[in-house]
């Protein structure tokens, strides 16, 4: 089976020691109640909060990718029109989208 993704022992807020693997080709879905660390998560793996050596994509480190790498293989869409922005600065925002254009 090949990994497409993997996550050893993350710990962040809500998480303490969270593995998962998606094989490549996969498909998966979370759920949950509201405050359970959906979001967070899907924050987490798509690299838009840090980690350090514990989220593996294509068996590489998501740290170890630039954002412009990064960013052409992993994609974050916001399911809310509430909350439509993935940053607490408008300066965060900014810099996030000209990041990923280069």
Do not use: A, R
């Amino acid at each position: 089976m090949e990994e497409l993704l993997k996550v050893k022992n993350l710990n962040y807020k809500l998480f303490k020691n969270l593995n998962l693997v998606v094989p490549t080709g996969s498909f998966i879905s979370l759920s949950g109640s509201n405050n359970s660390g959906k979001t967070t998560l899907i924050k987490l793996l798509g690299g838009l909060l840090p980690t350090q050596n514990t989220i593996l994509l294509n068996n590489v480190y998501l740290e170890s990718y630039d954002f412009s790498e990064l960013y052409q293989l992993v994609g974050v869409v916001i399911s809310s029109e509430l909350d439509p922005f993935l940053f607490d600065t408008v300066e965060k925002e900014l810099l996030f989208v000209l990041h990923n254009n280069n």
